[in-house]
């Protein structure tokens, strides 16, 4: 059991918003910690898609887009595209592990109709 | 071009043992927070282990004991020593570039393309 908690899958028609979110408790988003974004695209590694909860990389289109607020965090994606179908995964960090202890939630299967 | 190049994946025996190499290139390994993050077949994201520019390192409970992270600044790459595998040890293991200005808010901005390791008899 992950320690952020993420819906198992999603879905959308071509051209819609879709939110994926992240929920975790008082030792880890709910702490302040930030919360990151990566895109795991089929046979790949994961990929960088927002850090410190809202910030996009360099190449990552804006309709990709994260927010937080108390204990959770959205990621948002509109216009969807076929090539989004993805896992997506939210990541923090949790001060209630000895060391230092980075936290994934379960992963999102997002899914282009 | 920042990249990396895991290998020394395969398969070994229950209790056995095994080293992950991860060649880097466009940085300095030993100026950088470097991690390993494995994934199980079918299964999420798991943090293992983090050692930082300074040489301090960090494990996850369910590695802690049994694997080492470790470094070679001459060489630019990144080690991990696993001992006594276990089948639950079956994973990719990636190794990843840590980014951030704090533990709080640092995250992994590069990852290798992985290597594979099974566990089993």
């Known amino acids: 059991q992950s320690v952020l908690t993420q819906p198992p899958s999603v879905s959308g028609a071509p051209g819609q918003r879709v939110t994926i979110s992240c929920t975790g408790s008082?030792?880890?988003?709910?702490?302040?910690?930030?919360v990151h974004w990566y895109q795991q695209l089929p046979g790949t590694a994961p990929k960088l898609l927002i850090y410190g909860n809202s910030n996009r990389p360099s190449g990552v289109p804006d309709r990709f887009s994260g927010s937080k607020s108390g204990t959770s965090a959205s990621l948002a994606i509109t216009g969807l595209q076929a090539e989004d179908e993805a896992d997506y995964y939210c990541q923090s960090y949790d001060s209630s592990l000895s060391g230092s202890n980075w936290v994934f939630g379960g992963g999102t299967k997002l899914t282009v109709l | 071009e920042v990249q990396l190049v895991e290998s020394g994946g395969g398969l070994v025996q229950p209790g056995g043992s095994l080293r992950l190499s991860c060649a880097a290139s466009?940085?300095?390994?030993?100026?950088?927070?470097m991690s390993w993050v494995r994934q199980a077949p079918g299964k999420g994201l798991e943090w293992v282990s983090v050692i930082y520019s300074g040489g301090s390192t960090y494990y996850a409970d369910s590695v802690k004991g049994r694997f080492t992270i470790s470094r070679h600044n001459s060489k630019n790459t990144l080690y991990l020593q696993m001992n006594s595998l276990r089948a639950e040890d079956t994973a990719v293991y990636y190794c990843?570039?840590?980014?951030?200005?704090?533990?709080?808010?640092?995250?992994?901005?590069?990852w290798g393309q992985g290597t594979l390791v099974t566990v089993s008899s």
């Open positions: 990843a570039r840590v980014f951030g200005i704090a533990a709080g808010a640092y995250y992994f901005d590069y």
């Open positions: 008082s030792s880890n988003i709910g702490a302040g910690y930030d």
């Open positions: 466009g940085f300095t390994v030993s100026s950088n927070y």
